[in-house]
């Protein structure tokens, strides 16, 4: 399986970006997957997880009501729009697929594969 982010750029605060991920090989339909973001020297922190089995969305309270996950299945892609968007929002981005659906995962070790992510850069 191989995930392959895209929409990363420069952006003003209080702008918007859209990214993508696209996965391909042999993915599960149902699979869950999520947005993780990593900052320097910061841990790797999730953004926007989607349950697989019911598309049941997750966001912590730092981006909720600004980012948004949603999927397009039948082209096996997911997408993360984010709007006004903060310098603290800098980081950048990863795409991540679980290797089940029954539940939306929040850690890093619960994604099997990983894109290889696309730096954001909100200017304040």
């Known amino acids: 399986v191989q995930l392959q982010a895209s929409g990363g750029g420069l952006v003003q605060a209080g702008g918007s970006l859209r990214l993508s991920c696209a996965a391909s090989?042999?993915?599960?339909?149902?699979?869950?997957m999520g947005w993780f973001r990593q900052a320097p020297g910061q841990e790797r922190e999730l953004v926007a997880a989607?349950?697989?089995?019911?598309?049941?969305?997750y966001y912590p309270n730092a981006v909720k009501g600004r980012f948004t996950i949603s999927r397009d299945v039948a082209k096996n892609t997911i997408f993360l729009q984010m709007n006004s968007l903060k310098p603290e929002d800098t980081a950048v981005y990863y795409c991540?697929?679980?290797?089940?659906?029954?539940?939306?995962?929040?850690?890093?070790?619960?994604?099997?594969?990983w894109g290889q992510g696309t730096l954001v850069t909100v200017s304040s």
């Open positions: 989607v349950r697989g089995s019911d598309s049941f969305t």
């Open positions: 991540a697929f679980a290797h089940a659906g029954s539940y939306y995962y929040t850690r890093p070790s619960e994604y099997r594969y």
């Open positions: 090989g042999r993915t599960g339909r149902s699979y869950s």
